[in-house]
């Protein structure tokens, strides 16, 4: 389907379709309601045994040792910063191109987040930023897999070991990637995951830690609920009888509910089927545009064996007559409702109160300026993709500059 010259919609064309398409959309199933209404009918809204049910899963699904669920990705940051050991005056490195709780988490634990550029092709965080970024203030790196492609975790963790910092891996975007093989959840010390209703597998709102190590594992759990105990051997005092428990740190109440977990645990069903159809949806959108060269398609790093959460759709905007904006604008008139991932975070006034200034991270606000973030989830039919690649041709094709 090549076409040229066809009148955008923005422009007084007709529009490639009459229904309006989003960028993301959950899939939920009767299976998904049937296990949802079980546990209304139940003894246990909270608490109860869908909680273990789901981290065993969890666990099975990425490999790793241990999981903790708990009420939504941003508290999977903070728990895992906490049981870091992330403290005031501590500097966590992460990337300006995320989701604003990567950064948050230093914050809520007082330390002080440091933007590290990203790779110009991959759109990742770049380890040789953050070994250049690491002094005696350094804790943790937060890494996030952007777009669901894995970070380089071989170089984060050799750095990481080398400089005994905690590396932490925000990977709201990866569930369902592997890297060198070996299922991403399972590598770095610690690995948040998020499940609102944009991201691969959701129950709403959810999230979950997950690592390896029985020291985090065991710190998860109190931060999780409170800082209280019920294990006599983590007790400071001798126990006052059947009901006694304590609380030995200051921890919230981030648990996720029964009804939640067994929507989760129902969704992993899904999951090979969720990432084998946006593994499709990517490839067609990537033979499409590598077509265009007003178009610059992400790179994929061979190691990483991709389940992609967003699509990013980055203009070559030397070759193109408008900007950004107008692009985006111009897929909306078609009926193709797009988004933008992400504003870089020291861009916000919040951060710009904290004194980030603009500047910072070269690539990363290059980036922001080319991106559009088009419609990729499990429930697009081929038409659907089809008239993505359409207007998104058109587009490009009607406002192309050659020199
Ligand atoms: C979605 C997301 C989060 C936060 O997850 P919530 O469940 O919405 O709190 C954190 N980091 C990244 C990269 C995300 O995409």
């Not at 380890?127 to 975790?153: H, I, M, W, Y």
């Not at 005994?164 to 770095?188: F, M, P």
């Not at 759990?221 to 019920?230: A, Q």
Request: aromatic residues 10%.
């Amino acid at each position: 389907m090549v076409i040229f010259m066809e009148k955008p919609a923005i422009c007084g064309g007709t529009p490639v379709r009459d229904t309006k398409i989003y960028y993301g959309h959950q899939y939920i199933d009767d299976a998904d309601i049937k296990a949802v209404v079980d546990v209304m009918k139940s003894d246990y809204l909270t608490c109860g045994p869908k909680i273990r049910e789901l981290e065993e899963k969890l666990c099975r699904v990425t490999g790793a040792k241990y999981a903790v669920v708990c009420s939504n990705g941003t508290a999977a940051l903070h728990i895992a910063a906490l049981a870091a050991g992330i403290k005031e005056g501590d500097e966590v490195i992460t990337t300006p191109i995320t989701f604003a709780a990567s950064a948050n988490c230093a914050l809520y634990c007082g330390a002080v987040p440091v933007f590290a550029d990203i790779n110009e092709e991959t759109y990742n965080i770049d380890p040789a930023c953050v070994e250049a970024l690491t002094n005696e203030r350094t804790k943790a790196v937060v890494a996030v897999d952007f777009t669901g492609q894995s970070v380089e975790l071989d170089r984060l963790l050799r750095h990481c070991r080398q400089n005994n910092l905690v590396l932490i891996e925000d990977g709201a975007h990866v569930i369902g990637t592997r890297y060198k093989g070996q299922c991403n959840g399972s590598i770095a010390d610690m690995t948040t995951l998020s499940f609102h209703p944009v991201k691969t597998v959701t129950c709403g709102e959810g999230g979950a830690v997950l690592t390896n190590s029985g020291e985090y594992y065991r710190k998860l759990l109190l931060y999780r609920s409170h800082g209280i105990t019920r294990d006599l051997q983590q007790m400071e005092h001798e126990s006052d009888g059947p009901w006694y428990y304590e609380q030995i740190a200051l921890g919230m109440n981030y648990r996720l509910t029964d009804m939640q977990a067994a929507l989760l645990i129902s969704q992993l069903d899904k999951l090979p089927m969720f990432s084998a159809r946006r593994k499709e949806i990517v490839k067609a959108y990537n033979e499409a545009f590598s077509k265009l060269p007003q178009i610059i398609v992400q790179k994929e790093i061979p190691e990483s064996d991709t389940t992609r959460h967003l699509y990013i759709l980055r203009l070559n905007t030397k070759k193109l007559s408008i900007d950004r904006r107008t692009f985006f604008e111009a897929l909306g008139a078609e009926n193709i409702c797009c988004n933008v991932h992400y504003i870089p975070i020291y861009y916000f006034p919040y951060y710009e109160k904290l004194g980030y200034k603009k500047g910072l991270c070269p690539k990363a606000e290059k980036l922001y300026e080319e991106i559009i973030s088009l419609p990729l989830y499990y429930a697009m039919s081929e038409k659907d993709v089809q008239d993505v690649i359409h207007a998104v041709t058109k587009i490009a094709e009607y406002y192309r500059v050659d020199g």
